[in-house]
């Protein structure tokens, strides 16, 4: 099992969270290494389970990182990590949605300095670690303290893949890895060497769905990771049940992710119903080809 930081009792770790289980995992990862949590939620539906598990918990408007970065410095927070599921697509396709959301003086700027040249997940993340890193506050690598939770080397399922899957993981790996440094999606769906569909903006559900709808149910096999190049502190792949639901649903037979890039939200869960799915799960080495 790959292992945990060294303990640092009694500092304080901020969560900055989204909707979803994998804030639970890390304030329980972050707990486990012996540290404070300070929960700050961007919006209403995170895990109820998560307030419990923070020494100390409060809300922040989803669209100004300066909050975010002032209450969590005010008890005593330098580092904090940003996980949890915000729908992009709602926010990147709709100014309205923007305003409803009364963003800061300084996202307003930042939506209008970028919105012709580069709305991508990396740049528009990046920007906002900036704004916060001024103001006394770093984000760190989301998978640092829930290492039990990332796909690992190698067959994951007791099911194993058969040579027509392991040829097209083989054929779609290099895509997927160059689609990921140009920030395009993290995840595509493979059949017969043939690349079926890409994820954009959509995220990776719709695009399962999608997938599923054209290909009729018939066997396919979906891709999903980042290269070792891509910035762990944020948007990093993510994977769990419901992907697996999906992915039964739409016909798939196969799911490969990048080894130690690519979080598994109730990784033991997801294995189990991967398996009772007929679904063979496999980790391959970001940076390689599988043999």
């Not at 990862?29 to 995170?46: D, S, T």
């Not at 307003?108 to 001024?134: C, E, G, P, Y």
């Not at 083989?170 to 595509?188: C, H, K, S, Y």
Request: charged share 25%; net charge positive.
């Amino acid at each position: 099992m790959p292992l945990r930081p060294e303990p640092n009792q009694g500092q304080t770790v901020g969560l900055i969270a989204g909707a979803g289980r994998l804030p639970v995992l890390q304030a329980e990862g972050l707990r486990a290494a012996g540290l404070n949590v300070a929960g700050l939620r961007l919006i209403p539906e995170v895990d109820p389970a998560l307030p419990g598990l923070c020494t100390s918990f409060g809300t922040a408007p989803l669209l100004r990182p300066a909050t975010w970065a002032r209450k969590l410095v005010r008890v005593g927070v330098r580092e904090a990590v940003l996980v949890g599921k915000i729908e992009k697509h709602d926010l990147a396709t709709n100014p309205v949605t923007w305003a409803r959301l009364i963003p800061s003086p300084g996202v307003v700027r930042l939506f209008w300095q970028i919105r012709k040249r580069d709305m991508r997940s990396q740049s528009l993340l990046n920007h906002i670690a900036d704004m916060v890193s001024t103001r006394g506050l770093e984000l760190i690598d989301t998978t640092r303290y829930i290492p039990e939770h990332l796909a690992t080397q190698g067959v994951m399922t007791r099911r194993k893949p058969t040579d027509r899957q392991r040829s097209d993981v083989t054929f779609g790996w290099p895509i997927l890895m160059r689609l990921n440094e140009l920030d395009v999606g993290q995840a595509m769906a493979v059949q017969n060497a043939d690349v079926a569909a890409v994820e954009a903006l959509e995220g990776t559900d719709r695009m399962i769905e999608r997938t599923g709808m054209m290909l009729k149910g018939k066997g396919w096999r979906m891709l999903k990771g980042a290269p070792a190049s891509k910035d762990p502190r944020f948007d990093v792949p993510t994977v769990g049940l419901r992907t697996i639901e999906l992915l039964k649903a739409a016909g798939a037979d196969c799911l490969a992710l990048a080894a130690g890039r690519v979080i598994m939200v109730d990784k033991p869960k997801v294995i189990e119903a991967a398996d009772a799915a007929g679904i063979c799960v496999l980790g391959v080495e970001p940076s390689e080809a599988p043999a």
